[in-house]
């Protein structure tokens, strides 16, 4: 039996650096000084095994994304990267890599997203809503087009495509800017003759 155990006596429940061991299955506590017999399990004297990883064989086996060299023996729950031995960090019954670990400690995992604009979404509402009572085209055009400029680098959604729907707000807002801008210049026109 090792000392590092964390065993008590049966008796005044004394820790294990207390005691004096007879040999593998019996002791004496040096606190209340009673023998008694020990029926340990196997696992609590085995040393925990050393991480290894395993070497890969490239058309085989998968490899670890951080470690090319080594086998792959999990993904991560998160990002689905495969990992070798070295890398998977057990979190709670979830699986992560380093780098998912560290955008949770950050709040930038998928996690931690709790909702996402969708400026895309936004922008295509934009442009066809106000389509309904076209007077306030004069207004939700140019708003469209802001919003397609402020969302077109931030992040979209997860699932879907979205530079299309951006596509589709830009030219129906650049249409009902140049059919108002028609319109001006055509009753400006119209009321100097």
């Not at 155990?5 to 207390?18: D, M």
């Not at 209340?32 to 609590?44: E, I, K, M, V």
């Not at 890969?56 to 470690?67: I, K, L, M, T, W």
């Not at 090319?68 to 070295?86: H, M």
Request: contains cysteine.
């Amino acid at each position: 039996m090792t000392a590092g155990t964390a065993l008590r006596c049966p008796v005044c429940h004394a820790r294990l650096e207390s005691l004096a061991w007879h040999g593998n299955d019996g002791g004496r506590c040096l606190r209340c000084f009673r023998d008694f017999d020990f029926q340990g399990f196997p696992a609590l004297t085995k040393a925990p095994d050393a991480v290894r990883p395993q070497a890969a064989v490239p058309a085989v086996d998968s490899v670890c994304f951080f470690h090319p060299e080594n086998r792959a023996e999990t993904v991560c729950d998160d990002c689905g990267r495969f990992l070798c031995p070295v890398c998977q960090i057990e979190d709670g019954d979830r699986r992560l890599c380093p780098a998912c670990i560290a955008k949770s400690r950050r709040g930038e995992g998928i996690d931690g997203i709790r909702q996402r604009t969708l400026y895309d979404n936004m922008a295509l509402v934009l442009a066809i809503g106000p389509l309904i009572i076209w007077p306030f085209t004069l207004v939700g055009a140019p708003i469209c087009l802001g919003m397609v400029a402020w969302g077109w680098r931030r992040p979209g959604s997860l699932v879907r495509g979205r530079h299309w729907r951006f596509a589709v707000a830009t030219a129906l807002a650049v249409a009902q800017v140049v059919g108002w801008v028609t319109l001006f210049v055509y009753l400006a026109h119209r009321r100097r003759h």
